[in-house]
């Protein structure tokens, strides 16, 4: 699995980009949210991804942040929805615009973004229903530890499916500065006590 890469950015071309990894260029689709915040081209740049293997085709889809590609992980496990679809869906909200739509249930929100039905919505609302990461809900949980950091730890716990309020109670305590890592590694003993 390639988790992140880190290289010269060398082409961009909405939806896709490549990255110059030590000589490998690789090509990845990613969020327009991811998108926009890119640097120039010929700039270093780091990108969180998500490989999909096909018989086909191996796809690598690229983010901005731990807390959208935990997203995008969560979108792909509904029925109905495949990379190309949760992509679209993040196109058109963020992450947290997402799980804001999610938890207030509602269907109009989720129906705007391209190719979710009524149906389609009805079920994300049902399947993801506690799963998906609030960045303003973790903003702020302990002094001192940069939000990026704490994003990243409650992302790591969503993903090993806790849910948002066991992720939240978990990370309560953890000393300022802890990296992520190590800050996980205390969530999880903190779960099992």
């Given at each position: 699995?390639?988790?992140?890469?880190?290289?010269?950015?060398?082409?961009?071309?909405?939806?896709?980009?490549?990255?110059?990894?030590?000589?490998?260029?690789?090509?990845?689709?990613?969020?327009?949210?991811?998108?926009?915040?890119?640097?120039?081209?010929?700039?270093?740049?780091?990108?969180?991804?998500?490989?999909?293997?096909?018989?086909?085709?191996?796809?690598?889809?690229?983010?901005?942040?731990?807390?959208?590609?935990?997203?995008?992980?969560?979108?792909?496990?509904?029925?109905?929805?495949?990379?190309?679809?949760?992509?679209?869906?993040?196109?058109?909200?963020?992450?947290?615009?997402?799980?804001?739509?999610?938890?207030?249930?509602?269907?109009?929100?989720?129906?705007?973004?391209?190719?979710?039905g009524k149906k389609t919505a009805e079920r994300?609302?049902?399947?993801?229903?506690?799963?998906?990461?609030?960045?303003?809900?973790?903003?702020?949980?302990?002094?001192?530890?940069?939000?990026?950091?704490?994003?990243?730890?409650?992302?790591?716990?969503?993903?090993?499916?806790?849910?948002?309020?066991?992720?939240?109670?978990?990370?309560?305590?953890?000393?300022?500065?802890?990296?992520?890592?190590?800050?996980?590694?205390?969530?999880?003993?903190?779960?099992?006590?």
């Open positions: 699995m390639i988790s992140r890469l880190v290289g010269k950015l060398i082409e961009k071309h909405p939806p896709q980009i490549v990255i110059d990894v030590n000589g490998v260029g690789y090509e990845i689709d990613v969020s327009m949210q991811t998108f926009y915040s890119l640097p120039s081209l010929n700039e270093n740049v780091q990108v969180y991804t998500h490989l999909v293997v096909r018989e086909d085709a191996h796809l690598l889809f690229g983010f901005a942040s731990m807390v959208e590609r935990s997203t995008f992980r969560q979108l792909i496990k509904v029925s109905g929805i495949g990379a190309k679809t949760a992509l679209g869906i993040l196109k058109e909200m963020t992450a947290d615009e997402l799980a804001q739509a999610v938890a207030e249930e509602d269907l109009t929100r989720l129906c705007s973004a391209p190719g979710i994300m609302v049902l399947e993801l229903r506690g799963k998906l990461a609030v960045e303003s809900v973790t903003t702020g949980l302990f002094a001192g530890q940069s939000t990026d950091e704490t994003n990243d730890i409650v992302s790591t716990l969503l993903v090993l499916g806790y849910n948002e309020r066991e992720a939240k109670a978990a990370v309560k305590g953890i000393p300022a500065g802890t990296e992520v890592g190590d800050g996980v590694r205390i969530a999880l003993k903190n779960l099992l006590k």
